[in-house]
């Protein structure tokens, strides 16, 4: 599958925020990576300032192309506001709700996590990073695979309390989705009407 598998600090750089979490490079070098990148002037059109919301998106969440293009299209057709439902969809897929749980460190490995088998949904094992969480049902730990070092590295010290649409139970390694968030306790930087403009062209 074509998935960006280089170095995250350069797209970190290229939007001037550490979208994949904390980032030693960007913190060094906080400008846009390349040979001109300190003396590059951003002078963005339309345009481009909405493109470059939408592959903000696409690198925060890991989805691709195809994926975003389909989940705007299933939040056009749902009631309410276009950008909050796409920022939703993307909030209760399987592997950013194994990562908001604590499971993993970034979203690409709660994703690993979830292609190699690791996470159940009530119970039942699950292997789609996709697969669309509903309020109410549990995401968890395979049995065998609470041993695991990363798993346990992750959940240590990690504060399950910042997410109040998410319960969590440590004794079973496992989380419930209580009720999709609203935009407002979604703390991600993506400024979702700029990349419902986009689309709108």
């Not at 950013?96 to 993993?104: D, F, K, Q, T």
Request: positive net charge.
């Amino acid at each position: 599958m074509a998935r960006y598998i280089g170095p995250k600090s350069r797209i970190a750089r290229r939007f001037g925020e550490a979208i994949f979490g904390e980032d030693k490079v960007l913190a060094k070098r906080p400008y846009a990576p390349g040979q001109h990148g300190v003396n590059r002037r951003k002078k963005n059109s339309e345009y481009g300032t909405q493109l470059a919301e939408k592959q903000k998106a696409k690198y925060t969440y890991g989805v691709l192309e195809k994926q975003f293009r389909l989940l705007f299209a299933k939040a056009a057709r749902t009631k309410g506001i276009t950008g909050e439902i796409l920022i939703q969809l993307l909030e209760c897929r399987l592997d950013n709700i194994v990562y908001r749980l604590g499971m993993a460190p970034t979203r690409a490995a709660a994703r690993q996590l979830v292609s190699h088998r690791h996470i159940t949904v009530d119970g039942q094992v699950v292997n789609i990073p996709s697969y669309s969480v509903k309020p109410g049902q549990v995401v968890a730990v395979r049995e065998k695979a609470k041993s695991l070092e990363v798993i346990n590295e992750s959940l240590q010290g990690f504060n399950h309390a910042k997410y109040g649409w998410l319960e969590w139970n440590e004794a079973d390694k496992a989380g419930k989705l209580l009720n999709i968030p609203a935009r407002a306790e979604i703390p991600e930087n993506i400024k979702e009407q700029l990349i419902v403009e986009l689309y709108s062209k």
